[in-house]
């Protein structure tokens, strides 16, 4: 599968992204596409491996990774374990950081709405999710702030101000 270079498109493929969730992007998609479809798990055997085995894992990293180191892997991890043992709404949790996700990169919405994915196919979903921080030069196996240093760009995260919409006061 070919995946067109932000030159082709006329635009780089991080527009509309803040700066600091800025990888260096492996493969690109059309702008606010999906790098690989849900269904795609066996593209990359590894993470469908850990996914398949260890989800609350998966989870953990993606969940670190989508609100930019704020939220520690083990802590989104375990409290994902918990409510898949004891409660069985893990998909509701899951559900949250796929749409962050899909806001953080304009993703759309499919091939259903999040709930509807995250309930019926939560191991396909979290595999695409990976798949997706991965496809945008994440190492997911290191935290995000390492992920910073290694593209670096930690300083310039660092350093500017947050951008606040013209007519809104603080």
């Known amino acids: 599968m070919h995946y067109p270079k932000p030159n082709e498109l006329g635009q780089p ?10 990888g260096t992007p492996i493969q690109f998609s059309a702008a606010g596409q ?4 849900l269904c795609s798990c066996f593209n990359d055997c ?14 953990g990293r993606i969940a670190h990774m989508t609100d930019r180191g704020l939220t520690s892997c083990c802590g989104s991890a375990s409290l994902c374990c918990f409510l898949c043992l004891c409660v069985g709404f893990h998909w509701i949790y899951t559900c949250i950081y796929r749409r962050n996700l899909r806001m953080l990169y304009n993703l759309p919405e499919s091939p259903c709405c999040d709930c509807c994915v995250e309930y019926c196919c939560t191991c396909c979903s979290l595999c695409q999710m990976y798949r997706e921080l991965q496809n945008r030069g994440f190492n997911m196996s290191l935290g995000f702030h390492q992920n910073l240093e290694r593209l670096g760009q930690a300083t310039q995260a660092t350093m500017q101000p947050p951008q606040v919409p013209s007519g809104m006061y603080m």
């Open 13 to 22: 493929s991080h527009v509309g992204v803040p700066p600091a969730v800025v």
């Open 46 to 59: 590894n993470s469908c491996c850990l996914t398949l085995w260890c989800p609350c894992v998966s989870f």
């Open 34 to 37: 999906w790098t690989t479809g």
